[in-house]
């Protein structure tokens, strides 16, 4: 049996060499049996479980695991407390299992999703508070697609053009005041094969011909004021649109 100098050499001995308690010393490190608590910071390079048992980290009050630096300085903080995980760091991802690829990524720049889909569930959808960019947006099969700003515009814009369809519906706008159409340099083109223009006012036109006043009036001709507003004139064997009709002169 070796000599030791003091009772702190031959205890430290058999801690070196046996461990104590939970506490094993390895040729591959240090071995916990158990649960152990740490009161000070502990430093290690790797923490790893069973083969055949999860990793638990417990506190009464949060879970805090820091990076630093070979300064000394704070580089990323992952905080574990009752009632939010906080993450700080220069940019934060979230990887699948699988090939690595990157599912979320945030930084001050930007937030990335690289999922094949984005599903929103909640019953009030999604609130952007800026611009949102984006080459495709659709609805659910079976479902109805909603772009809505409650109480301001809602503008699509795109350099090459905005497509709006539907393959096995109908395509609805609504408005409360005005609907405008616009082209600045090329045409409004309507291909249907029925175009409806509803609740178009009727004008009034004079003949000096009699016309029967008990036959009932179904044919209209469709005319245009110089400001370009639509109105219904009653058909006859000419033209009965007048620029001077009180649909023109009061619009």
């Not at 702190?8 to 049996?33: A, F, P």
């Not at 945030?106 to 611009?131: M, N, P, Q, R, Y």
Request: hydrophobic fraction near 35%; proline fraction near 4%; aromatic fraction near 6%.
């Amino acid at each position: 049996m070796p000599e030791y100098e003091s009772q702190v050499d031959y205890i430290w001995s058999i801690c070196y060499t046996d461990g104590m308690g939970n506490l094993r010393v390895t040729k591959k490190g240090i071995r916990l049996e158990g649960i152990s608590e740490f009161l000070l910071p502990l430093y290690v390079k790797e923490i790893h479980s069973r083969k055949d048992s999860p990793l638990v980290l417990q506190s009464d009050r949060n879970v805090t695991v820091n990076a630093r630096n070979h300064m000394g300085q704070l580089t990323g903080q992952l905080t574990i407390g009752a009632d939010a995980v906080e993450a700080q760091c220069k940019r934060f991802e979230v990887r699948a299992s699988e090939d690595g690829r990157v599912l979320f990524s945030a930084d001050e720049d930007e937030i990335t999703i690289g999922a094949e889909k984005l599903k929103v569930t909640g019953t009030e959808g999604a609130v952007f508070g800026h611009s949102v960019e984006t080459p495709h947006i659709r609805a659910e099969p079976s479902q109805d697609l909603r772009l809505e700003s409650p109480t301001r515009s809602l503008i699509m814009e795109a350099p090459r053009g905005v497509q709006v369809s539907a393959a096995a519906g109908d395509f609805k706008a609504t408005c409360r005041k005005e609907l405008h159409l616009q082209s600045t340099e090329g045409e409004i083109f309507l291909n249907a094969e029925t175009i409806r223009l509803g609740n178009l006012p009727t004008g009034s036109f004079s003949s000096s011909s009699p016309s029967s006043s008990s036959s009932r009036q179904t044919v209209y001709e469709l005319c245009v004021c110089p400001n370009g507003k639509l109105y219904l004139s009653p058909a006859g064997v000419g033209s009965t649109c007048q620029s001077s009709s009180n649909i023109c002169l009061w619009s």
